[in-house]
């Protein structure tokens, strides 16, 4: 093959393994994540790409809930707002119809978005539905040939409706859980990862709060105090594991999980984070620092005293003059 030559997809002759497996490895209570990128890898595997996206919105259907990629491990940290109407992705959101192109570029819906290539290809986009309607997209692109055929659509149509009751489960789930503002988990999800006993699983947690908080509401507005949580948040999901896990406390305070960390990486991790947040820049020059309280999980040792420990840790960091990390030992 000339090197100058497209690559040539080979999608598999039988799709039935494929899609057997992919029912298999989901089970009812599987978190939407989990059930997004394994949907995302078996359809890769059945038309032969490298790279298929999924993202499922919010209860609002203008927010990205969650989005994933085929063959990486972690969940991708999508836009905090998501356009009905705009570019392929969004047409499909708003129309609720599958759309198939065979050179996505020159349709007039296309729309060149950061870091994709201005040549884009083949392009399939097939909505994630429920009885009210559209809740998220799959979408694939490719420039290898040929394009994306009828029966290429057929097989990610089955896909989708084979995982569409897990879909509409995992979603309904994550919502519950979830803090409408900044898209982090809400302290009720704390017993959904934390189990009440210890379980023997390695786990560290740190605390976290923004210091004089109250005054960037005061002097700037709660649409600046509300700016700043959700980058916080963004910034976090930005550098944690996809195991990782960022809960909203209340107010100002978040909590981190850091499963199968021993405490000298958490310290590591959660000082980054720290730094990572007080080099942030608002509107007007605003700027934050933050307290942090980190402590290891102990044998036997309950959820609520294991939380009541980084919880501690940060009131000593806030004591000691604020903008600090305090370790636990234990």
Known sequence: ??????????????????????VASIHGDAELDVTLHRLCDAVAELLGLTRVSARVLDETRTRLLVAARSGMARELQPSTEF????????????????????????DPRFLTMPHQPAVAGSFLGVPLLDDEGCIGVLSMLTAAQPAFTAQDEQRVLLAVRMLERSLQLGRLRRLATLDPLTAAYNRRALEQFVPSQDDGQRLSAAMLDLDHFKG????????????????????????????????????????????????????????????????????????????????????????????ARADLACYRAKASGRDALVVDPG
């Not at 999608?11 to 497996?21: F, G, H, I, K, N």
């Not at 356009?83 to 020159?106: F, M, S, Y």
Request: proline fraction near 7%; charged fraction near 25%.
């Open 1 to 22: 093959m000339p090197q100058h030559a497209l690559p040539i997809r080979q999608p598999p002759a039988d799709p039935v393994p494929t899609l057997l497996r992919l």
């Open 83 to 106: 356009v009905v109407g705009e570019g392929l992705v969004g047409w499909v959101v708003a129309q609720g119809e599958t759309i198939r192109l065979t050179q996505a570029e020159t």
């Open 216 to 307: 960037i509401n005061d002097r700037h507005g709660h649409a600046v105090g509300d700016e700043v949580l959700r980058r916080l948040v963004e910034t976090l999901h930005g550098m944690l594991r996809h195991e990782d896990r960022v809960l909203r406390m209340g107010g100002e305070e978040f909590l981190i999980l850091l499963p199968g960390a021993p405490l000298a990486a958490a310290a590591k991790v959660t000082e980054r984070a720290r730094q990572r947040i007080g080099a942030l820049v608002f509107g007007a020059d605003v700027r934050v620092t933050v307290s942090a309280g980190l402590a290891e999980r102990g044998p036997g040792e309950s959820r609520e005293a294991f939380v």
